[in-house]
Every structure is written in C-alpha cells, then in structure tokens.
C-alpha cells in the first residue's frame, strides 16, 4: 500500500507565497519521477511542475519562473515552492509520482494523492 499525502494549501494574496509538500509513504522500493499537477472548477487537470529521481525540472509556461519543484530521495517527498501567485493559480494541486513496488513481482506504478487547496485571491 503506497500513499501520497500532500499538505500546505491555503488562501493567499496575489503576489503571495506558498509551500506546498507531498511525501510518499508505503512499501516503496523507489521512487522515479514526481510530478504536481492542478484542476481549477471547470477545468481539466494539468501538469504545472515535473522532476525527475536525477533531479530534472519542467514547468507550465505559465508558472515558469514563479514556482520551484525539489526533491528529498531520502524522505520520498516532493515539494512545491510557488511565488508570486496570481487569482489564476487558484486550483486543487494533486501530487503525483511514479513508484516502484514489489507486488508478486516489481512494477512501476503511477499513484496520486488526494490534492489540496490553493486559492489567491484579494
């Protein structure tokens, strides 16, 4: 049983800041890459920040620059430090990560945690 369990959301300013964390628990064997995704109301779910085990980064277009993604190995937890936030990052940010376990055999499975809520707004 793995689970990914995220904390850190809130109400927030424009331009304000906030920490959002997601650890890993569980039989875990490894984790690869893991990612933060986001679903405003109406909206479909999209990915806003990716890093891989080795360290490497990507990002929407639109937060690029205002939101850093890192990683502890040693702790299976991802972080998601976002700056100068704005009303349109208002979402449910979902963390996502690729895992591998031992089941009969080891695979690689895709698990998501329950989200949590950012709202930015005056």
Same mark, same amino acid.
């Given at each position: ?31 690869? =890459?893991?990612?933060? +995704?986001?679903? /405003?109301?109406? !909206?479909? &779910?999209?990915?806003?920040?990716? #890093? ?37 990052? =208002?979402?449910?940010? +979902?963390?996502? /990560?690729?895992? !591998?376990? &031992?089941?009969?055999?080891?695979? #690689? ?14």
């Amino acid at each position: 049983q793995v689970q990914l369990v995220e904390s850190g959301g809130g109400l927030v300013q424009p331009g304000g800041s906030l920490r959002l964390s997601c650890a890993a628990s569980g039989s875990i064997t490894s984790v690869y =890459t893991m990612r933060w +995704y986001r679903q /405003a109301p109406g !909206k479909q &779910r999209e990915l806003v920040a990716t #890093i891989t085990g080795g360290g490497t980064t990507d990002f929407l277009d639109s937060v690029r620059g205002r939101f850093t993604i890192s990683r502890d190995n040693a702790k299976n937890t991802v972080v998601l430090e976002m700056n100068n936030l704005k009303p349109e990052d =208002t979402a449910v940010y +979902y963390c996502n /990560a690729d895992i !591998k376990v &031992r089941l009969v055999t080891f695979v #690689i499975r895709n698990y998501w945690g329950q989200g949590t809520q950012v709202t930015v707004s005056s």
